[in-house]
């Protein structure tokens, strides 16, 4: 063996270190301090026996450090939240079912001992667990590698239960994990990320090597090792996130994933008595997590983010632990409240803060109304080519996935023409609204307007188009509605109720005249895609407006319901509806007016009433006739 060849973080790791007995192997390790402990001893005199025994002290230290504080329980083996972000191999999935071997055949032994009774034996006994994982670890070779995930499961395997492990296995398990953690810190500078995901990104940039620096801490560079991953942590964390903690919506589709290696992070360093990061690092993971919360819906999920191995519930109660949130903030709350494992009557969390949050860099918006499991939840994206939204209903999912439409102008399909961007963003006592505008080809635009009530149950859904040349316009707006929910049209009206178990939506196409009418085009339809699809025209117009009003108010529900399209006038002149659209919904005593400006007037304009320069008006009627308004918009 060449004296030359050696092994430590931060210097390439010679390939022929991989074929090495395990005597060598241990020979060419290079220790951070020439004060020599055992392990260091034991390693230089290759004496593979007397390196177990130490080793299996040290872990011993580890598991007994990693039990310590309060949800180290919940965390012991969070590796298997990840589970599903792994690309599915069969060797990955056999390692993930030796390591589940070991995570039963441990829990049996600690209630055995808890006890004092002798249990059942159980399907395997330590001494197979670690046959078993000799048989798999001579599946990874230099072409075959271990990968990032599998790496991540051994090194909490070794902190877990290394000490359990027979002692020639342990040393195979621990030097195999050293090779590939001292090669991805060689390596980890010429590692291309573009093609990965964000949570992939994290985890072998940043989570790996901040957990490898504490588990190889006494080998030559792995402090640097694990202050480059503390780095790119704080990176990670900062690329993906607003200043105000809002995570970008490109990773919400895996953004549990994404907040698990954080939380894994966080959990490791408060192990080791190491912060990750600073307070301006730990102030905006607070923001975040108080961010996902707010978008939790009771349902069980973070709307918008797909359920994944771990429940989000659990995550985010440990997120919301490490980010230090006050156990008395209304996201610790209303997370306690919502423990699944408890049997729970109706509550309503008080809070001086609003719940509702939007970014225009992370593209996404949470309107809501208030802390319940009864809340509406209204949750929207628009980084892609259309926006996404979820609607939580008092607490039951209606609308989720991409809203859509389609327009024709004299015939001709016209489709998007550039990215969504936000208009306007007003979030205050009576109302979240959100205003989203798109560039079309031909000059036309589309603008989409999001409405939650905050002290009524309803949401406003609406499209305005906007041209400059006046022409026939035929419009269809495909709202998304949550499989497995029916639908059932009034039978002389166009609107349309939408019914799940335990709760009634009813909506309303206001821009569309009350009765049906084969002589008036326009409909209102759930598709066969569960799809609602409004669909409107307008002739020689230069523009057209498309409102819908969703409204599921428990003593409303069976109210007579009627609404009419209003004139709007301007100086004492009647207003096109290309120019200016105003409507009217009563359900039983309750009046709402809807009016948007599709032309700027030259002077205030008339409706119902109401004089305004205001571009949007939105507001119900009290009992003495007067506006109480939701929304003005300038």
């Known amino acids: 063996m060449e004296e030359n060849v050696s092994i430590e973080f931060g210097q390439s790791v010679p390939q022929q270190l991989f074929s090495l007995s395990d005597e060598e192997f241990l020979q060419t390790i290079q220790w951070k301090s020439k004060r020599a402990g055992e392990l260091c001893k034991a390693a230089q005199a290759g004496d593979v026996n007397r390196f177990s025994r130490a080793l299996c002290i040290h872990l ?5 450090q990693k039990k310590q504080g309060k949800h180290a329980a919940e965390m012991l083996w969070a590796s298997l939240w990840s589970e599903e972000a792994e690309e599915g191999t069969c060797r990955s999935s056999d390692l993930i079912s030796l390591v589940k071997s070991g995570i039963e055949l441990s829990n049996k032994s600690c209630k055995s001992s808890k006890n004092g009774k002798r249990k059942k034996s159980p399907e395997l006994s330590w001494d197979e667990v670690s046959r078993l994982l000799v048989g798999w670890l001579d599946q990874v070779t230099i072409s075959e590698p271990l990968r990032p995930y599998e790496l991540l499961l051994l090194t909490e395997l070794l ?86 903690g809002t995570p970008h919506a490109d990773i919400l589709p895996r953004l ?51 359920n994944h191995t771990v429940e989000h519930h659990d995550l985010l109660t440990l997120a919301a632990y490490f980010a ?21 009557s109706r509550f309503f969390i008080q809070s001086d803060e609003q719940p509702s949050n939007q970014s225009d860099w992370s593209e996404w918006a949470v309107l809501r109304n208030y802390w319940s499991d009864a809340s509406n939840l209204l949750v ?54 959100l205003e989203l505008h798109m560039e079309l080809e031909s000059g036309h635009k589309l603008e989409r307007q999001i409405l939650l009530a905050r002290n009524q149950h309803f949401a406003l859904f609406s499209d305005i188009v906007t041209g400059s040349e006046p022409a026939n316009l035929e419009y269809r707006s495909f709202v ?63 523009g057209l407006y498309a409102p819908l009003i969703i409204d599921w108010e428990p003593e409303l529900k069976r109210k007579a319901a009627d609404w009419a399209s209003l004139t709007v006038s301007e100086a004492g002149k009647i207003s096109g509806r290309d120019e200016a659209s105003g409507h009217r919904l009563r359900i039983g005593a309750h009046q709402l007016l809807v009016y948007r400006s599709l032309k700027k007037g030259e002077t205030s304009r008339a409706v119902l009433g109401q004089n305004t320069n205001y571009e949007s008006v939105i507001g119900r009627f009290d009992t003495n006739g007067d506006l109480s308004p939701l929304l003005f918009v300038e």
Request: charged share 25%.
């Open 60 to 64: 011993k230290e580890v598991t007994k």
């Open 159 to 244: 902190e877990n239960v290394g000490f359990r492990l027979a002692p020639s296995t342990l040393v195979r398990v621990w030097r195999h994990s050293l090779f590939a953690a001292a090669s991805l810190c060689f390596n980890l500078e010429e590692t291309d990320f573009s093609e990965i995901s964000e949570d992939q990104v994290i985890l072998v940039s940043a989570e790996l090597p901040w957990r490898s620096g504490f588990l190889f801490s006494e080998i030559s560079g792995a402090k640097n090792f694990r202050q480059l991953g503390q780095q790119n942590l704080r990176d990670c964390f900062f690329d993906r996130t607003d200043t105000d």
């Open 256 to 306: 549990d994933f994404w907040l698990a290696a954080l939380t894994r992070s966080l959990f490791i360093g408060r192990v080791w008595g190491k912060s990750v990061w600073d307070q301006e690092a730990q102030d905006r993971f607070q923001w975040l997590v108080e961010t996902l919360v707010s978008a939790y819906a009771c349902s069980g999920k973070i709307a918008l983010c797909s």
């Open 480 to 542: 998304p509605v949550v499989p497995g929910i029916t639908g059932s049209l009034n039978g002389e009206t166009h609107e349309l109720m939408l019914k799940t178990k335990g709760l009634s939506a009813r909506v309303f196409p206001i821009g569309l005249p009350q009765e049906r009418d084969f002589f008036q085009p326009g409909s209102l339809t759930l598709n066969d895609q569960s799809q609602l699809v409004l669909h409107q025209q307008a002739t020689e117009a230069n």
């Open 380 to 433: 929207v994206t628009w980084n892609g080519d259309l926006p996404v939204l979820s609607l939580s209903a008092m607490g039951k999912l209606l609308f989720e996935g991409c809203w859509d439409f389609s327009l024709t102008v004299d015939g001709k399909a016209v489709s998007g023409d550039g990215d969504w961007s936000i208009l306007c963003w007003n979030s205050d006592e009576d109302a979240d609204y």
């Open 324 to 344: 230090d949130l006050a156990g008395r903030s209304a996201e610790r709350l209303y997370l306690k409240s919502l423990d699944s494992g408890k049997k729970r």
